[in-house]
């Protein structure tokens, strides 16, 4: 397996800047794939599932980017994510052919709106959206979920998205996740983490071994998409 390293960068953002780590597989000429990551509504970049994810990410030889974003405006959210996206895609050292966007509960809400934006608005789009915990709707307030789930909705048939979810989580009603995945245009996969809540932690287990479960699955699912 390989090694990587890791290196603090900042992104240019709307007269400030954004703190962001970017990890680097050890092979850096062989790097054809990146991922972006961010946190949802509290923490930040080095939150212990985006941080163990960016690690196994890049000791499989995929490049990572992930980047703190506090904002709990959405459209903030996305344009922050898209200075993020601009970022990685000027950097020279690599020879990107492939980019997924992803995070874990509003920061996968603001992939998917990011990737929305670049397949109405650009020629570039990402490979996929990796979506970890996917809040559908505040808890106990399922009625919200037609709006939460309105960017997915409009993604295009050639695009994959990646569902990792608790089957206990509280923000994601399973019978209208199911209902919102049947209306998808774009190619959704959905993986159930057996027990697992919004924080995808699951009761007897050690929290290392779900890291690693949910990490193999982003792994084998963005192979399967040709990274």
Aim: overall charge neutral; glycine content about 8%; charged content about 20%.
């Amino acid at each position: 397996m390989d090694t990587f390293e890791e290196a603090a960068v900042k992104v240019p953002f709307e007269g400030k800047q954004l703190d962001a780590v970017l990890c680097v597989p050890a092979s850096v000429t062989d790097v054809h794939t990146a991922v972006v990551l961010t946190h949802g509504a509290g923490g930040d970049m080095n939150f212990r599932h985006l941080l163990s994810l960016a690690h196994e990410l890049s000791s499989n030889g995929f490049l990572c980017l992930r980047f703190t974003c506090k904002a709990l405006n959405l459209a903030y959210r996305v344009r922050a994510y898209r200075a993020v996206w601009d970022y990685l895609k000027k950097l020279q050292k690599f020879t990107i052919k492939h980019i997924f966007v992803g995070g874990r509960s509003m920061g996968c809400r603001a992939a998917a709106a990011l990737a929305r934006q670049l397949v109405d608005q650009t020629e570039d789009s990402p490979q996929g959206v990796i979506c970890l915990s996917f809040p559908l709707h505040p808890p106990g307030q399922p009625h919200a979920h037609r709006q939460r789930s309105e960017d997915l909705r409009g993604l295009p048939e050639d695009m994959s998205v990646l569902f990792v979810s608790g089957t206990e989580d509280n923000m994601c009603d399973k019978v209208l996740f199911a209902e919102m995945v049947k209306e998808l245009k774009a190619q959704a996969d959905v993986f159930w983490l057996q027990g697992g809540s919004h924080g995808l932690t699951v009761r007897g287990r050690s929290e290392d071994c779900v890291l690693h479960e949910v990490n193999l699955k982003v792994i084998t699912w963005m192979r399967k998409q040709g990274a």
